[in-house]
């Protein structure tokens, strides 16, 4: 199996505070990772780095063949890589199909810019978001606003716009968190539902029983 | 900025609401005693429009409106006065200056969010007012920039239209308002457009997806400078003189305020906004010398009580007219 993201003596420090410490990591195409470990042990901090929301002080990161430690987050969107939040942030007063739609225009990058052609002449977009949305059983409320599905819905929204770029690589940031114990199995079918269509490293404060993992420890 | 629900025929009803701008246009000088106010609120209405694209679709306050504006009434009536140079071609410049201005302003002024993007763009206005201020030679400093021409539209050598005509102008305003009016839905609803609205809703996210939120801004910044420098020249055009008010800062609050009391949601609200502002002064101006003071009550009570300005009210109000008017015929169906 190919590596598709490897990591060398990451670091990220914050003065002489080093939040993350050099994290040694290889990712195989075609797996599903989950990096846990306690609050405060630096799993989003890692993540920031992965995705370009930091910049990692010292070590390199390595994604498909490209040397990613200066691309900014947008420029990483293009290769392959794809992310959701923590804290759901999605766009509350666009209705959920425009939320995916945008998503999946954002692989074109500055080609977005253009201003004088319709939205919907891009129709690949459009199809896409419709896709997606039957993948999360949301067609029923496609023409909702984001920011008036429940909070369930709004998870599994948040994690199904990563997915609208077509990534090589989805990284989810505690996509249960918050959730209600209900709600919880519709997230982990969700993911082992993308897992078969994509290399998935996902964050959780807890093992799952249906990943590989991948411990951090806190440090005092 | 952000807080604005889409209202809900703000899509749906795109066509009809053309109609109604048309017949604004056509309604305007035949309701109002003078083309001259008529053509006034146009060319505000342009620049509340282009406001609009920034503050509406982008969430982006800009203090700097005042200076697009400025820039294009000084560099169309300095080319119209030293170079000769036609109508358009002075339009052109005015378009191409505003444009040129509002991205060194946007550029830089992006590099910042929140409240110090808005104090960036407050200084740039500071500093706009005090370059034209001390180039007196050019812009005539505080007396203003007096004899400017109003050149006939012409092809060649043959000329079509004279716009001496108050009326004629109005027609020419009114045209060109029209286009710009067609252009700015057009970017609304173009990739562009949607990816703007985006980062007005969050621009974390909007980056996360893949956009360099950067470029779009610094983009819908150099659009709408280009539409207010051209009212900025058209506005010179009108009053054939450039005073130094065009570039000051109250310009800029003054463009804002027609921009939010019109509403933010809909480029029809601009119309509404400048309209509104513009009669209010011609109104009460007449009444009271004070009237600012008036002015500004009526901007605290929109705030607070219309959301979405003008046209959000407008908007609130149809539809309960068409709910009241469905239950009751619902009711009627039901034999209640």
């Not at chain 2, 309701?31 to 620049?47: G, N």
């Not at chain 2, 539209?153 to 009114?174: E, H």
């Amino acid at each position: 199996m190919s590596i598709l993201l490897e990591t060398k003596d990451l670091e990220l420090a914050y003065g002489a505070f080093h939040a993350v410490n050099g994290v040694n990591l290889k990712v195989e195409a075609g797996t599903i990772h989950t990096i846990i470990g306690p609050n405060g042990a630096g799993k989003t901090s890692l993540f920031h780095c992965l995705t370009g929301e930091r910049q990692a002080t010292a070590g390199a990161i390595h994604f498909d063949g490209n040397n990613l430690m200066r691309k900014p987050a947008h420029g990483r969107v293009g290769l392959g890589m794809a992310r959701s939040f923590q804290l759901t942030s999605l766009f509350q007063n666009l209705s959920v199909r425009e939320n995916l739609r945008l998503a999946a225009q954002g692989r074109d990058g500055a080609r977005a810019l253009n201003f004088w052609r319709r939205v919907d002449s891009k129709r690949e977009h459009l199809e896409m978001a419709d896709q997606v949305l039957e993948r999360l059983q949301l067609t029923a409320r496609a023409d909702t606003l984001a920011g008036e599905l429940s909070h369930g819905q709004q998870r599994v929204l948040e994690v199904g716009m990563s997915i609208c770029s077509k990534p090589k690589l989805l990284m989810l940031d505690e996509p249960t968190s918050g959730m209600g114990i209900d709600d919880i199995p519709i997230m982990t079918q969700l993911i082992s539902d993308l897992g078969r269509d994509h290399t998935v490293l996902l964050i959780e404060p807890r093992p799952d029983p249906g990943g590989r993992h991948a411990g951090i420890r806190a440090r005092r | 900025m952000s807080e604005k629900n889409p209202l809900p025929f703000a899509k749906t009803q795109s066509k009809a609401m053309l109609l109604w701008v048309l017949a604004v246009l056509i309604g305007l000088p035949l309701i109002l005693p003078s083309a001259t106010l008529a053509t006034e609120i146009l060319i505000f209405a342009m620049a509340a429009l282009a406001c609009n694209l920034l503050l509406g679709y982008t969430g982006l306050l800009s203090f700097g409106q005042g200076i697009f504006f400025g820039a294009g009434a000084y560099c169309a009536a300095l080319l119209m006065i030293h170079l000769q140079l036609g109508l358009f071609t002075a339009l052109l410049g005015a378009a191409i200056a505003g444009g040129f201005l509002a991205l060194l302003v946007g550029a830089l002024a992006i590099r910042r969010t929140g409240i110090y993007f808005v104090m960036l763009t407050l200084a740039f206005s500071q500093m706009a007012y005090f370059v034209a201020y001390t180039l007196s030679d050019w812009t005539g400093g505080d007396n203003g920039l007096l004899s400017v021409p109003r050149p006939e539209i012409r092809v060649g050598d043959t000329v079509l239209l004279s716009l001496a005509d108050a009326r004629a102008f109005y027609g020419f305003v009114a045209v060109l308002f029209l286009l710009i009016f067609i252009g700015a839905r057009r970017v609304i609803a173009s990739p562009f457009g949607s990816t703007l609205m985006a980062i007005r809703e969050n621009e974390t996210r909007a980056s996360a997806i893949g956009y360099d939120t950067r470029h779009f801004k610094i983009l819908v910044f150099v659009l709408s400078g280009a539409v207010t420098g051209i009212a900025g020249a058209l506005y010179a055009m009108l009053l054939h003189f450039v005073p130094l008010s065009n570039i000051d800062l109250a310009m800029s609050e003054n463009i804002l305020i027609m921009t939010i009391v019109g509403g933010t949601g809909s480029l029809f609200g601009s119309l509404l906004g400048a309209g509104s502002i513009v009669l209010l002064g011609d109104f009460l101006s007449d009444l009271w010398p004070r009237w600012l003071m008036l002015l500004g009550v009526i901007l605290i009570l929109v705030v607070i009580f219309m959301r979405g300005g003008l046209w959000g009210g407008l908007a609130s109000l149809f539809e309960k007219v068409r709910g009241s008017r469905k239950t009751a015929s619902v009711a009627k169906e039901e034999g209640l």
